[in-house]
């Protein structure tokens, strides 16, 4: 048993063991750490060997004071000031390595800088002055893990590894160090930590440079994943959710029957600080589904609490590589040349692409984040040859992908890297079967375009409503199988609303014909709504009956310029009352995109004279040309400028015009292009709970990616925001896109605790399949995962999508 009560009789022999190349694990005012001799590498090496701690990641090195600092460190006066107002204490200080710095290189993972710290504690002072040797000691925890704050903490993780566990008891700030890099004059905070930034300004009397996320690491505590529990957290959780446990915060925590600790009830950070870690073990110890943490205020230790959060928050989110590997329960194979072959005749020799360089097209997403292989890319010409494709891959358990217009974003119609999949592009597929005028239908097959789907419908003097930017591209079956929303869900519904029947090839290749007219049918479960949204994991869709509307002979579009959020969801509030149905999209833009459509967008110009924080863009139609929706927008636009919702407004007096003013919605999405990496968010919150929504995305965003520009836009009028989130202007692209995956856990965090979806149109795809089982109740997800065996027991349909 190495835990000793930390005495002078047990200091002797602690010091004792480091001198002969030992560790031994201690109390500091911050953590407990894990010390070995500095001088010694092959001490040093049993450290990194026990922690399993990355060789690139440098130690801590403890010393007395400045007078042994300067025996290994370039002690510059910007150093000297820090470490004389702040030493003994909870600060390390990286600085140049001096030329014959004795330190061993392992502890300095190679760098040309050393990371010094004069600890505070007694018990770790006693130590040092015994041993008389620079101490390297990271915290005395497994890497990656939560940091110890007592004694039995070590023990439980590292049991008899160290030589002796001297117990001093619970340490006293209960949080790492706060690290700073020291060069010339440049002061940069790389760690933050139990010193405040704002104690640290104070006595430069400048702001500090805060180190950039990612890259190479330069100093120790840098890894973007650390300090994590086993159990997920949920951050900015304000309620928990049935069997979660609770880490709250401050005086107004709601009251919570599950297991719950409570920070700080007076609200105090410092005490926060101090129980941080603690708190994270005992409730990781209870075997909760999740660890939901209230918001914690980010200022001053608040900052490190933050800090700890958001890289133990990274440490669960599963790694790429994990995706596919539990998408099914055999893993994917090449299907053999035989099986090629024969998937080839069915379709013909020309319409079947087997060359990579030819079906590079088929394999990439629109914003290239997804780049796929495949081992074939078949286009068949009608359901038969569909179906015959199915029944050969449900024999041969061949992985089938189907994809429409390639326009999707969330990856679901890109096949994975394996290179053993079968793309199946319903391209040639574009025939209108049929035009029913009387029943308002048409009957159309899944390859057709959505442009040509609405132009089919114009021609025959009727509106097909769904219009989304990439109508040029997407077409019926993608609309269907993701069911897409876009500009008019207000008035009219998404792709499920203007459907009335589908056929569907199934998995083992039968074909449903399902393509009914009927508006009323209540005899049993409703198929087609299985597979609208389905992502083509049930079954691929060859056609589909739509809804058609009658064509509307007046539509009045109108621009407002707004200076608060809260004045958007009132103002939609007002329109939506006086012009009900008439009222048939109502879209949000933020100033910072329409100043990247002004700057990137060919011909594009403000229509109103000054700039205006935020705004609407909107649209009234009627059936009758009677002038009616014309006196009704004025009429709501006064209204909402008496009411000071808003500030400033114009309406499109031609259709040229009307055509600009959408254009500067449409061109939201693409021209965040040109400002470097976009980290994107498609998602849905009640419509009142917007506002809320957005500025605590936007806290969220600063504190993680100080600088990242966030342009949230998209269909106010149905809650659904695209919170798309722009790099900030010096960073580097790659840089910024490696926080998307932690970024979209912790907005889709808030999104939850909203009531909201973390998917309002695009669909989960490969992009939120993993978020999914966060997102969805246990029965949920089992319900989706009964329905998913009983149409496709091999799993040949998309498989590592959606489920
Ligand atoms: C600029 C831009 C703007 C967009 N705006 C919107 C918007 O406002 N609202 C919105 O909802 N979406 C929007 N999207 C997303 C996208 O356009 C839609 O998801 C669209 O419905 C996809 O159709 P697609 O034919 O391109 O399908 P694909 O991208 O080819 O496929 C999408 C998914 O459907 C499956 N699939 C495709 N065809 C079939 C089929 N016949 N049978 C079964 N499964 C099939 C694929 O396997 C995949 O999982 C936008 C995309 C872009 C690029």
């Known amino acids: 048993m190495p835990i000793v009560a930390a005495t002078k009789e047990s200091i002797a022999p602690a010091a004792e063991a480091l001198v002969n190349g030992e560790m031994v694990a201690f109390p500091t005012e911050t953590v407990y750490g894990l010390g070995a001799n500095a ?27 400045l007078d042994q600092a300067q025996s290994y460190a370039a002690v510059n006066e910007t150093a000297r000031k820090l470490a004389e107002r702040f030493w003994p204490g909870p600060l390390s200080l990286v600085l140049p390595r001096k030329r014959n710095c004795a330190i061993a290189d392992l502890v300095t993972a190679g760098l040309n800088t050393v990371a010094l710290r004069a600890p505070n504690h007694p018990v ?4 040092l002055e015994t041993a008389k040797l620079p101490i390297a000691a990271p915290s005395a925890n497994r890497s990656g893990c939560v940091s110890p704050t007592t004694a039995a903490h070590v023990e439980a993780e590292l049991g008899e590894l160290p030589a002796m566990i001297l117990d001093g008891g619970p340490c006293k700030l209960g949080l790492e160090s706060t690290v700073l890099g020291i060069k010339g004059d440049q002061v940069t905070l790389l760690r933050l930590g139990a010193l405040s930034r704002q104690e640290i ?8 440079a805060m180190h950039v996320a990612g890259g190479k690491v330069s100093s120790p505590g840098q890894l973007s994943i650390h300090y994590a529990p086993a159990t997920p957290l949920r951050l900015e959780a304000r309620t928990p959710r049935g069997g979660e446990a609770f880490l709250a915060f401050g005086p107004h925590a709601p009251l919570y029957a599950g297991p719950m600790i409570n920070l700080s009830e007076q609200g105090d950070l410092s005490e926060a600080t101090n129980k941080f870690f603690a708190a994270l073990r005992s409730l990781d110890a209870i075997g909760a589904t999740a660890i939901a943490v209230m918001p914690i205020p980010n200022q001053g230790l608040g900052e490190a609490i933050n800090d700890r959060l958001q890289r133990a928050a990274q440490a669960r989110l599963p790694s790429p590589a994990s995706r596919f590997d539990d998408a099914r329960t055999t893993a994917p194979k090449r299907p053999s ?11 013909g020799e020309d319409h079947a692409i087997r060359e990579p360089a030819a079906m590079a097209p088929y394999l990439v997403e629109w914003r290239d984040r997804y780049v796929g292989r495949a081992a074939l890319v078949l286009k068949p010409a009608s359901a038969a040859e569909v179906a015959a494709i199915l029944k050969r891959a449900n024999e041969t358990r061949t992985d089938i992908v189907p994809q429409g217009g390639n326009t999707g974003l969330v990856g679901g119609q890109i096949p994975f890297e394996s290179g053993h999949e079968v793309v199946v592009s319903l391209s040639r597929m574009t025939h209108v079967r049929d035009i029913d005028l009387n029943g308002n239908t048409m009957t159309v097959e899944a390859g057709l375009v959505l442009a040509n789907a609405q132009a089919v419908a114009a021609s025959a003097g009727r509106l097909f ?10 077409q019926i079956g993608g609309v269907l199988a993701t069911n897409a929303g876009g500009t008019a869900v207000l008035a009219y519904g998404s792709a499920r609303d203007l459907t009335l029947g589908l ?11 399902g393509l009914k007219r009927l508006r009323k049918d209540n005899s049993g479960y409703d198929l087609k709504d299985l597979f609208i949204g389905s992502e083509g994991t049930l079954g691929i869709i060859t056609a589909a009956v739509l809804r058609l509307l009658p064509k509307p002979a007046e539509i009045v579009t109108a621009f407002a310029g707004l200076s608060h959020l809260e004045s958007a969801a009132a103002f939609f509030t007002r329109a939506y009352a006086l012009a009900g149905p008439m009222l048939t999209a109502f879209e949000l833009l933020p100033r910072i995109g329409l100043d990247f459509v002004l700057k990137h967008g060919a011909a594009t110009r403000d229509p109103l004279h000054s700039a205006h924080p935020w705004y609407v863009l909107f649209e009234l139609s009627s059936q009758r040309d009677d002038g009616e929706v014309a006196r009704l927008a004025e009429m709501l636009l006064s209204e909402g400028i008496e009411a000071k919702e808003i ?20 061109l939201m999405s693409e021209v965040q292009k040109h400002e470097g990496g976009s980290i994107k968010h498609d998602v849905a919150v009640p419509v009142a709970r917007m506002p809320e929504f957005i500025a605590r995305a936007n806290q969220l965003v600063e504190l993680m990616i100080p600088g990242a520009r966030p342009v949230p836009f998209g269909h106010l009028g149905d809650g659904n925001i695209h919170y798309n989130v722009s790099q900030p202007p010096s960073m580097d692209r790659a840089v910024f896109l490696a926080n998307w995956e932690a970024l979209n856990a912790a907005v889709h965090e808030i999104v939850l605790d909203l009531d909201g979806s973390i998917s309002a149109e695009h669909g989960i795809g490969r992009l939120k399949r993993d978020l999914l089982r966060h997102a969805k109740q246990p029965l949920e997800l089992e319900m989706m995962r009964k329905i998913k065996n009983a149409f496709d027991p091999y799993g040949i349909l998309n498989p590592g999508k959606l489920l």
């Open 647 to 666: 500030d400033d407004a114009v309406i499109a007096a031609s259709l040229a015009q009307r055509r600009e003013l959408w254009r500067l919605r449409e």
């Open 337 to 347: 040349e035989a099986t090629l072959d024969a998937m080839v005749r069915i379709v």
């Open 39 to 65: 001088l010694d590498a092959a001490a040093v090496t049993k450290v990194f060997a026990c922690k399993e701690r990355p060789r690139f990641n440098p130690l801590i090195v403890h010393v007395l004071g």
């Open 201 to 208: 300004e104070n006595v430069l009397g400048r702001k500090l």
């Open 465 to 474: 409503p769904l219009s989304l930017a990439s109508e040029g591209s997407c």
């Open 503 to 513: 056929e569907v090839v199934l998995a083992d290749g039968r074909v449903w014909n």
């Open 124 to 127: 770790a002072r006693a130590l």
